[in-house]
């Protein structure tokens, strides 16, 4: 496991330093501040660290409210976007209406730039993303 730069009941981020991996953990259901705080921290580590990949383990993650989505695409996809994310690993909710959110979520930022995998296991995806050129 990374560095623990943030952590709650709900949520933990961590940071892979030598491989410049920004990695997020959602325990359970984690909506509005909570949710935003923990992807605002993220982003600001990806910016002051020059970070280009982004680890979501988001087995424990349910349901995403529609402002919470629309504020991840307005206000902080382009925040991270501009900081130089590349490569983002999504491990699969547990739950099945989290992966249906999860694989779109990833369908979408995939057409706008970044290079989105799927995985079941933390290991998997972290794996991938330590590759010096994650490919598709």
Do not use: C, Q
Request: glycine share 8%.
């Amino acid at each position: 496991m990374g560095e623990i730069i943030y952590e709650t009941d709900l949520t933990a981020l961590y940071f892979h330093r030598r491989e410049g991996i920004i990695h997020h953990e959602i325990r359970g259901f984690v909506n509005g501040p909570p949710f935003r705080d923990l992807l605002e921290r993220g982003a600001e580590l990806m910016a002051e660290h020059g970070a280009r990949k982004w680890l979501s383990d988001d087995r424990g993650h349910e349901v995403l409210s529609p402002a919470d989505e629309e504020w991840a695409k307005t206000v902080w996809f382009p925040r991270v976007k501009a900081a130089g994310w590349t490569h983002w690993a999504i491990v699969r909710p547990a739950k099945s209406v989290g992966r249906i959110n999860m694989e779109r979520f990833a369908r979408e930022y995939s057409a706008m730039g970044i290079t989105a995998r799927l995985f079941v296991e933390p290991s998997e995806a972290l794996a991938w993303l330590s590759k010096p050129d994650p490919e598709r």
